[in-house]
Structure formats: structure tokens, C-alpha cells
């Protein structure tokens, strides 16, 4: 038999632990909230670039990154902003991650340290050799490549079929992580073959494309199968932004489609007709 008071008690327990369920999904939803919010400035659209690495980009805003950003920047009616960063290792951790920026533009699409936008381009890797060569190569499989002095940069996809191929004493290295606003390694190994310091060199696509044009020397571009036993060449890009950004993923790739041909014609542009940057 209950005493006298006990209904009391337990309305005023049942309020309690009531209170308490409150409190703790009150809580819960602000976590997931500060997971999940997305703050970005409504004025700028703010964007970490290399400072020194055309193709692609500079802070003269000469190359194509730098014009589909800005592109992107009008339609969406916010200032283009830059925060400069050499894009090498630690650039992503160093800028997005830290909330220098909300964009990094020319990201391949298996990177893991963020979250990709739809690719607005894919590329492969390529083969530059002199015209003058009297070279016919369209393979790193070549049994041609053996009597000749090769170029490429260490720790890329090609290096890794160049070892599987016993080719590595026949390759010149060039350094993968440099401060590219004084080095610019793909860009050395394609110099090299026009001075005729090596004889080819394995080169990502829009570079090999934009350095070769510089060269006096008039030099063939041969693009790569997208795959050789089993190791992917050729790669989509897509832009970079912070994971659990769902709505500016989603707004980004809208941009994408809707200014898909304003895009391309910009990548037409720098790509000339070598067929490296498709669209």
C-alpha cells in the first residue's frame, strides 16, 4: 500500500527523468548540429591556390583553375578570394581543414582528406619526347624505353610501372614534394628532353601540354592508356571541400552544370589540341 505523498514522488520522478531525456537529445542535436553546420562567407568565395604552379594557378590569376573559380565566384555573386599555399605536402590540412578557405580547386577524385565535387575534367599521364627523336612510343611496356634515358617524378603512378618494368636504371627521379614556389619537378623533366638531358619523360597531361608549347624545341605529347597492368593513368578532378558539407557539395555541383559550358571552353583554351584535359 502506497503512503501518502508516493503519488507525488513518482509524478515528480517520472517529470525528472523526463527533463533529464530532454536535456540529453537537446544535446545530442547540438552536436550533430556542430558536426554538420556549414560556415561559409555570403560575401567571398574564398579559395586556397598555389601561388606559383600554372598550368593551374598563380597570383597573377593566369591560369584555368583560376578562371573557373573566378567564373563560379560571379554566378554565385561573392568576391573571389585567395589564401596562397604551396600545393604540396600538408596543403589540405593546412588550409581547408583549418577553415583558411572553403574551396580548393584541381583535386583528383580518389583523394581521402576531403570531399569531392563532381570531376570537371579528367586527364592522363603522358609521354613527351623530342619530335626530332625518331621515336614511335605509345607505351611504358616499349622495348624501346630500355636504351633510353628516362624522366619521371617519384612516387607517381608511373614510377611505379617504370620499377615493375625493371626500368629504373634507365630513369632520372624527379623530387615529388618541393616548394613549388621554386620548383616545379613535371615541369623540369619536360625542359630536360627539349634541352636533351633525357630522352622522354612521363608527365601529367596539362602540364606536359603547357610546358612542351614553352619549349623551342618542338616536342611530342603521347598520351598514356588510362590503365597498364593494372595501375590507373588517367584520373578524374573534381574541386575540394570539407567533409559533412553536403549543402555546398550540392551547390557547387550545380555550378558545375550550369556553367558546364563556360568550363569547357576554358579548358579548350589552355588544352589547345592536345586532348589532355577533357571535359
Known amino acids: 500500500m ?124 603522358t609521354l613527351v619526347y623530342r619530335q626530332d627523336a625518331g621515336l614511335a612510343i605509345h607505351s611504358l611496356k616499349d622495348p624501346a624505353l630500355r636504351q633510353l634515358r628516362l624522366g619521371v617524378v617519384a612516387g607517381t603512378p608511373p614510377a611505379t610501372l617504370l620499377a615493375k618494368y625493371n626500368l629504373m636504371s634507365q630513369v632520372r627521379p624527379y623530387l615529388r614534394t618541393v616548394d613549388t614556389r621554386h620548383f616545379s619537378p613535371a615541369s623540369q623533366a619536360v625542359e630536360d628532353v627539349a634541352k636533351g638531358e633525357i630522352d622522354v619523360a612521363v608527365v601529367w597531361g596539362p602540364i606536359a601540354g603547357y610546358v612542351s608549347r614553352q619549349q623551342k624545341t618542338a616536342l611530342s605529347i603521347v598520351p598514356l592508356p588510362p590503365k597498364e597492368d593494372s595501375i590507373p593513368l588517367a584520373f578524374n578532378v573534381s574541386m575540394g571541400i570539407r567533409r559533412r558539407e553536403a549543402l555546398w557539395k550540392h551547390q557547387l555541383n550545380e555550378e558545375q552544370e550550369k556553367l558546364a559550358p563556360q568550363i569547357e571552353e576554358i579548358l579548350v583554351k589552355y588544352d589547345k589540341s592536345d586532348s589532355l584535359i577533357r571535359h
Open 2 to 125: 502506497l503512503r501518502r505523498g508516493s503519488g507525488f514522488t513518482i509524478t515528480t520522478m517520472a517529470l525528472f527523468f523526463v527533463l533529464i531525456a530532454l536535456i540529453l537529445l537537446i544535446g545530442l542535436k547540438a552536436s550533430a548540429a556542430a558536426t554538420t553546420h556549414e560556415v561559409r562567407n555570403s560575401e567571398f568565395l574564398t579559395v586556397c591556390g598555389d601561388p606559383n604552379h600554372l598550368p593551374y594557378s598563380n597570383k597573377q590569376l593566369q591560369g584555368f583553375e583560376n578562371q573557373i573559380a573566378q567564373l563560379i565566384a560571379k554566378d554565385l555573386n561573392r568576391t573571389l578570394r585567395y589564401r596562397w599555399w604551396p600545393q604540396s605536402l600538408g596543403f589540405v590540412r593546412n588550409t581547408l581543414q583549418v577553415r583558411l578557405c572553403d574551396l580548393v580547386m584541381g583535386i583528383t577524385s580518389v583523394n581521402e582528406l576531403l570531399q569531392n565535387t563532381n570531376p570537371y575534367y579528367r586527364s592522363v599521364y
